[in-house]
């Protein structure tokens, strides 16, 4: 699993880093942490979707000295992190470099997103959207980078859930990509839960979502029933 924290494209929230990944170790799975190109430092889209699908080629072009199956590489994000693992699945070849001529593939083999920043025109969170594409973008960039508009069919599957009294990132976000994703018929299951403000079901707290993804990579055939 390449898992990708949030922070608004200004910063790494490592709450969202090593407590998950050694949570996500517990189940079975070998994690990988990324830690991209930050828009606060001046970097702008697409520099932080280049470092994942870097990543995502490093990870799957080393499945044989991680001993992992390349066929079974997903990626994880939370709120700005889940839109960057959005538009991996979305856009990978937005990520290509002008002199990349990689043919391991960058796209994960299913997607979890967490509460995630989705749009860059409905509703959008302001500093995750000027971090990443700066303070007047072009009505084609907000879209392009607006990833209910960038589902197609095809697409690996996804879990998606937020929460109704997420005060950050409204949950209109997930509910517009999975709408999107049941528009175009790729698989995925959304849980948008009734209680909990934005980070809610951090390590150390009691909420659903922890058992609702474990049955849900246990049907993907991403853990066995054991974990």
């Known amino acids: 699993?390449?898992?990708?924290?949030?922070?608004?494209?200004?910063?790494?929230?490592?709450?969202?880093?090593?407590?998950?990944?050694?949570?996500?170790?517990?189940?079975?799975?070998?994690v990988f942490v990324l830690r991209y190109r930050l828009g606060k430092a001046g970097y702008r889209y697409p520099a932080q979707l280049q470092d994942a699908v870097e990543a995502m080629r490093q990870i799957r072009g080393?499945?044989?000295?991680?001993?992992?199956?390349?066929?079974?590489?997903?990626?994880?994000?939370?709120?700005a992190g889940g839109h960057l693992v959005s538009t991996l699945i979305d856009?990978?070849?937005?990520?290509?470099?002008?002199d990349q001529k990689s043919t391991v593939s960058?796209?994960?083999d299913l997607a979890i997103l967490c509460y995630p920043v989705i749009s860059m025109m409905t509703q959008p969170h302001a500093t995750s959207r000027k971090m990443l594409i700066g303070d007047n973008p072009s009505d084609e960039l907000q879209r392009l980078t607006s990833s209910e508009f960038q589902v197609h069919p095809g697409l690996?599957?996804?879990?998606?859930?937020?929460?109704?009294?997420?005060?950050?990132?409204?949950p209109i976000?997930?509910?517009?990509?999975?709408?999107?994703?049941?528009?175009?018929?790729?698989?995925?299951?959304?849980?948008?839960?009734?209680?909990?403000?934005?980070?809610?079901?951090?390590?150390?707290?009691?909420?659903?979502?922890?058992?609702d993804l474990q049955f849900?990579?246990?049907?993907?055939?991403?853990?066995t029933a054991r974990h």
């Open 106 to 108: 960058a796209r994960p």
């Open 156 to 170: 690996p599957p996804c879990f998606v859930w937020h929460t109704n009294e997420d005060k950050m990132v409204p």
């Open 216 to 223: 849900w990579l246990k049907a993907q055939g991403f853990i």
């Open 1 to 30: 699993m390449l898992l990708i924290p949030g922070g608004s494209y200004s910063g790494i929230y490592e709450g969202q880093a090593e407590p998950f990944a050694l949570w996500l170790k517990e189940q079975g799975l070998t």
């Open 62 to 79: 080393g499945a044989a000295h991680w001993q992992i199956d390349p066929q079974r590489i997903g990626a994880m994000g939370f709120s």
């Open 173 to 211: 976000h997930s509910v517009l990509y999975a709408n999107a994703l049941q528009k175009h018929g790729v698989p995925h299951e959304f849980h948008l839960y009734q209680k909990g403000d934005h980070g809610t079901g951090l390590i150390g707290t009691e909420h659903p979502w922890f058992a």
């Open 91 to 98: 856009r990978p070849e937005d990520g290509d470099l002008a």
